[in-house]
């Protein structure tokens, strides 16, 4: 069964940093990219960049190129997304979800990690 | 990077068509064919419905469909049933690697 599944609820402190995990199977990890999508309570989809399983190279959204670092382990086959520098709007659900076998879209979404900022 | 246009809210009656917008601009929805559609139901994560436009994954029904022109993608569903009660977003490649997803659109059944 290919899948991704998500590390658990996290509650961090406003400027603290946070890592959120996405462990896959079912496929070969790899072959393709996984892409992290946050949403805060209420709100739109919000895209904050990606990651080559195979090469490991990244890219990340402007809106977050300063404090969000994603890597991975292709021995774990995981991907781990780290925000730092957070702030009370950092409250969202994350996503991580995998790319490329649908065209430049994502198919296998993890189940979601809330992250809770509050002091 | 703006989020794509998406009208926030549109209903229909069981058994009607509706169609939802989505407007980038030339730098995304305009410049490639790579506009997906997910469909995401309270508390639960998003589920593709349309990729590269107009494609349906294996297991998604034909009652959905997508298309584009210039800026603007659409996605139409045919058929409403209940079960289509849900939130939409549209995304799209938005060139450098980089993606962008619109506001998202609350499809109520009536």
């Known amino acids: 069964q290919v899948q991704v599944v998500q590390s658990g609820a996290e509650v961090k402190k406003p400027g603290a940093s946070v890592k959120v995990s996405c462990k896959a199977s079912?496929?070969?990890?790899?072959?393709?990219?996984v892409h992290w999508v946050r949403q805060a309570p209420g709100q739109r989809l919000e895209w904050m960049g990606w990651?080559?399983?195979?090469?490991?190279?990244?890219k990340y959204s402007q809106n977050f190129q300063d404090r969000v670092t994603i890597i991975r382990d292709t021995s774990a086959s995981t991907a781990y997304m780290e925000l730092s520098s957070l702030r009370s709007e950092d409250t969202a659900v994350y996503y991580c979800?995998?790319?490329?076998?649908?065209?430049?879209?994502?198919?296998?979404w993890g189940q979601g990690t809330m992250v809770t900022v509050s002091s | 990077q703006s989020a794509l246009t998406q009208p926030a809210s549109v209903s229909g009656s069981p058994g009607q068509s509706i169609t939802i917008s989505c407007t980038g601009t030339?730098?995304?929805?305009?410049?490639?064919?790579?506009v997906s559609w997910y469909q995401q139901h309270p508390g639960k994560a998003p589920k593709v419905m349309i990729y590269?436009?107009?494609k349906r994954p294996s297991g998604v029904s034909n009652r959905f469909s997508g298309s584009k022109s210039g800026n603007t993608a659409s996605l139409t569903i045919s058929g409403l049933q209940a079960e289509d009660e849900a939130d939409y977003y549209c995304?799209?490649?938005?060139?450098?690697?980089?993606?962008?997803f619109g506001g998202g659109t609350k499809l109520t059944v009536l």
């Open positions: 995304c799209s490649y938005a060139g450098s690697s980089t993606w962008v």
């Open positions: 979800a995998r790319g490329g076998l649908l065209g430049y879209s994502f198919d296998i």
């Open positions: 079912g496929y070969t990890f790899t072959n393709y990219a």
């Open positions: 030339s730098s995304d929805v305009g410049s490639y064919n790579l």
């Open positions: 590269e436009v107009s």
């Open positions: 990651i080559n399983a195979g090469n490991g190279n990244t």
